[in-house]
């Protein structure tokens, strides 16, 4: 069972960067099994996909945050990371990690979600 | 604004059939599968449904899905008080080359 956790400062100034980890258990992700996922879900607003990445190092990422997203896979930690920078109040919401099932709307495992608020 | 288009609400009574439709477009529901998902804030999101009709393991029969053309629905069937919940539909988007999600239907139990 593929099991994963969130983790990163629940405050961020404006302007400054974001970086957050999801610690993976119960599968290697450099397995090649998973694309690994970040979404978010803003405050009444919904879900918004930010994009994944698989171990071949391929990436994919929603047009409106690409200028500003990176990802990266630590395999000695079995963690991968989002890094969102330039944040503004509209990046406030609750960032979940995920893996991505063989459609791309689908996505089967889900952290819990780590709240993010940007604020000065 | 949302490209998937739900209602915002919907609600119902224990036992009673709901259901929640999700509106896209050719790029997206018309061309890929439809997933659902149940949301409790401060949980874990669940897949509900997978390739429009699909249930993962351990979800309820209660739970169906279906979808034409440009469109999908969501039943849930003998409703509990524990559906209570945020329900949303995603798909792919071949136009954006990403995933779309709807915005999101609040699902009362009366």
């Known amino acids: 069972q593929v099991q994963l956790q969130e983790s990163g400062p629940g405050l961020v100034k404006p302007s400054q960067t974001l970086s957050l980890s999801c610690s993976v258990s119960g599968v290697s992700i450099s397995s090649g099994t998973y694309w690994w996922t970040w979404l978010r879900h803003h405050p009444g607003m919904g879900l918004e996909w930010i994009g994944y990445?698989?171990?071949?190092?391929?990436?994919n990422f929603n047009p409106s945050l690409k200028s500003r997203v990176t990802m990266s896979l630590d395999t000695s930690k079995n963690q991968f990371s989002l890094t969102l920078t330039s944040v503004s109040a509209a990046d406030t919401g609750v960032y979940h990690c995920?893996?991505?099932?063989?459609?791309?709307?689908?996505?089967?495992?889900w952290g819990q979600g780590t709240l993010v608020t940007v604020s000065s | 604004q949302s490209v998937l288009t739900q209602p915002p609400s919907a609600s119902g009574t224990p036992g009673q059939r709901v259901t929640i439709s999700c509106s896209g477009s050719n790029s997206n529901i018309g061309a890929n599968s439809v997933n659902w998902y149940q949301y409790l804030p401060g949980t874990a999101p669940k897949l509900l449904i997978r390739n429009n009709n699909q249930r993962p393991s351990g979800v309820p029969d209660r739970f169906s899905g279906s979808k034409s053309g440009i469109s999908a629905s969501l039943a849930i069937s003998g409703l509990q008080s524990e559906d209570e919940a945020d329900y949303y539909c995603a798909a792919w988007d071949d136009r954006l080359n990403g995933a779309l999600f709807g915005g999101g239907t609040k699902l009362t139990v009366l």
């Open positions: 990445m698989h171990h071949s190092g391929n990436t």
């Open positions: 995920a893996t991505t099932c063989d459609d791309g709307g689908c996505f089967d495992y």
